[in-house]
């Protein structure tokens, strides 16, 4: 084995082909490189010339003479290749020290336990052999976070398991709740449409709603468009929209429907005043057209207030070969009515089937499966789908100068 400096393409090639994850993708790479000149991908070959591990690192300037390292959810290899990680991360410190580093930290993409979305443990994976072997390293172990954090990445993720499933079958494996509300979507019509990066600040706006709803504060609008200008080929921004004029007009369709139903009903009441079928039928269809009539209403109001189109919901999306990342998003609550965001996971996971990936990951939730949860709203909705929980193992940092990195510990107390 070797390890060495990778080609573009050869890593490429590889983490297409290897279960990766985005933030390791060679897009990821070309405009750190191209803007910040602060990013490396090193890698492992056999004695064949066969790519058998790569890893994407960026730097960052620390204690002004040094340097820190980070691996994004990286390196990708075998983890239970225990000799091939051994030779990473041996010759991993040779490579940093050589470059001023620090220290360096690394939160593989591995799991540690399968949880549904209760907090139970499913499935649990022993990755002791690779615990004891960095440690061996001289990588200490971060820890099993809970919550969300600006300094590292989410270790808890909700995925739903996409491969050798239908749609139908995807939708009907969902709560009925959330099978039903995407149902309303289409029966309202509500749609969606791609935003153009000069259209960041509307996806923004509706950001924004959701820090002031959840009380959080996350990153500026510069930091979504950069987002897109990085993984420009495999990135979008999704709106889940109604136009009020269309829906007026379908409640309407619906009402002329009902009004010819009940008129059939009333002439057959006519004949036979006693049938007890054909009064029910009727008092049901009077409650449906009340009831559009109050939506119809409401709409015209909402129309006079807003204007003709309502901007429900927008979310970022990350894709690569091997899954969908449900990245940000933002609503209008006051448009909650019209569940746009049901829609936008609905159309994702049928972009995602379209284009043979397997996995639709709806990303980050704390890891605090109590009902005093900070986002115990957001579990409840990523668990209508009928996914399941990822435990991933967490960070390891190795100090590649201990003295200083002592230092720099008591610095940033």
């Known amino acids: ?7 573009m393409k050869e890593y490429d090639l590889f983490v ?39 890893c994407l690192l960026t730097e960052a300037q620390s204690l002004k003479v040094f ?47 399968i949880r549904n979305h209760s907090g139970e443990i499913l499935k649990s994976n022993d990755n002791s052999s690779l615990f004891h072997t960095l440690n061996e390293l001289g990588y200490k172990h971060d820890g099993y976070s ?9 270790r808890w993720i909700s995925v739903l398991d996409l491969k050798d499933k239908t749609l139908d079958e995807i939708l009907n494996n969902m709560e009925y709740k959330t099978r039903r509300n995407i149902k309303k979507t289409e029966e309202m019509g509500v ?7 000069s259209e960041t600040g509307l996806f923004y706006s509706l950001f924004k709603m959701a820090e002031e709803k959840h009380g959080f504060s996350f990153r500026g609008q510069d930091y979504f468009e950069r987002l897109q200008k ?39 009441l006519a004949l036979n005043a006693n049938s007890k079928k054909n009064k029910i039928r009727k008092q049901e269809n009077d409650k449906k057209i009340s009831s559009l009539k109050g939506r119809i209403e409401e709409a015209k109001q909402l129309k006079e207030r807003n204007g003709k189109v309502l901007n429900l919901a927008a979310a970022l999306y990350i894709y690569n070969n091997h899954e969908v990342y449900y990245l940000s998003s933002g609503s209008n609550q006051n448009f909650n009515r019209f569940m746009g965001a049901y829609k936008l996971q609905w159309e994702m996971i049928k972009f995602a089937k379209d284009n043979n ?22 579990i409840k909705f990523k668990s209508g789908f009928n996914g399941h929980v990822e435990e991933l193992v967490g960070d390891f940092i190795k100090p590649v100068r201990p003295v200083f990195y002592k230092i720099y510990k008591l610095l940033n107390k």
């Open 191 to 197: 749609q969606i449409r791609d935003l153009d990066i």
């Open 16 to 54: 297409q082909m290897d279960f990766s994850h985005f933030t390791q993708s060679i897009e990821h790479f070309s405009y750190r490189d191209k803007t910040q000149k602060d990013c490396h991908i090193v890698g492992v070959k056999d004695d064949f010339n066969n790519v058998i591990a790569a």
């Open 1 to 7: 084995m070797k390890f060495v400096n990778l080609e």
């Open 67 to 113: 340097k820190y390292y980070y691996s994004h959810r990286g390196p990708v290899m075998d983890f239970t290749d225990i000799k091939l990680v051994s030779f990473f991360f041996e010759n991993l410190t040779q490579y940093l020290k050589k470059r001023k580093c620090l220290f360096v930290l690394v939160d593989p993409y591995v799991i540690e336990n």
């Open 146 to 154: 809970v919550g969300y954090s600006d300094k590292s990445q989410i």
């Open 230 to 268: 990085t993984y420009k080929n495999h990135s979008s921004i999704k709106l889940a929209y109604i136009d009020l004029e269309e829906y007026i007009e379908k409640l309407y369709a619906e009402q002329e429907k009902l009004y010819i139903e009940t008129k059939d009903i009333e002439q057959t």
């Open 357 to 378: 990936i397997d996995r639709y990951n709806f990303y980050g939730i704390t890891g605090d499966f109590t009902e005093n949860a900070e986002d115990v709203g957001v």
